[in-house]
């Protein structure tokens, strides 16, 4: 597979010069907290590198047990509440280059449309396929994995764009060697085609057990 390596370098250098730029003038970027959190344990733990890297917002940042439900996998999970595509590529050489990924799952792109009504789901794409060109370039032999935008009670104002953008990734991964998407959009609907009011916390957004063990069950053979 080719990817025109030009093209995101020049991405990942402005993504880099927006970063220094607002650091310099003394301004710490959105969600930069999270990162030193992040940077901290990595310095206390002792963190091996050729594993299994989860990206996104606060559904997997809430999922504090991951390990517990998968077992025979190392994972590490970088996901940072309210982040947004954008957020998680500004951060790519924080978040995702220091563990030398062999498989990274990314689940992001509710906050994206959430946080701003007026964003397409063109430019929700484009956002996409430059935080996935940046991982490909870097990591060619990595398996990339996006995590469909789950269906959110409290967002059915999003839900269209949610679902016409998760169509749109899934038709682009489709003919992409060693990447995939997964699809747990539709399995958070019950038998009538409603969401499964039962599988979320009282703010109707984030997840409880019963939501993540949907979720074990749709990502466990994707799992390398």
């Known amino acids: 597979m080719k990817i025109n390596s030009i093209k995101y370098n020049i991405l990942i250098l402005l993504v880099i010069s927006v970063f220094n730029f607002q650091l310099s ?3 710490y970027p959105t969600l930069w907290n999270e990162i030193v959190d992040f940077k901290e344990l990595d310095a206390s733990d002792s963190i091996s590198k050729s594993r299994i890297l989860f ?17 025979n996998h190392q ?8 982040s947004t595509l954008v957020d998680v590529t500004r951060y790519f050489y924080d978040i995702i280059v220091p563990y030398n990924p062999d498989q990274v799952i990314i689940y992001c792109g509710e906050n994206d449309f959430a946080f701003d ?31 469909s935008i789950k269906p959110s009670p409290s967002r059915m104002n999003i839900l269209d764009k949610s679902i016409e953008a998760n169509k749109m990734i899934a038709d682009y ?26 599988i979320f916390l009282d703010d109707r957004l984030h997840m409880n057990a019963k939501g993540y063990q949907i979720w074990q069950k749709v990502m466990a053979p994707y799992l390398k």
């Open 55 to 71: 990206i996104g917002s606060s559904s997997f940042k809430f999922w504090k047990d991951v390990n517990d439900y998968f077992p």
């Open 25 to 27: 003038a003394q301004e």
């Open 173 to 198: 991964l489709d003919n992409k060697a060693n990447a995939s998407y997964i699809d747990i959009f539709y399995p958070m609907l019950d038998e009538g085609g409603n969401i499964k009011e039962e």
């Open 75 to 82: 994972i590490i999970n970088r996901g940072f509440g309210g």
């Open 117 to 147: 009504n007026d964003l397409s789901v063109e430019e929700f794409f484009l956002r996409f396929e430059t935080l996935y060109g940046m991982i490909r370039v870097n990591f060619p032999r990595a398996t990339i994995n996006y995590l």
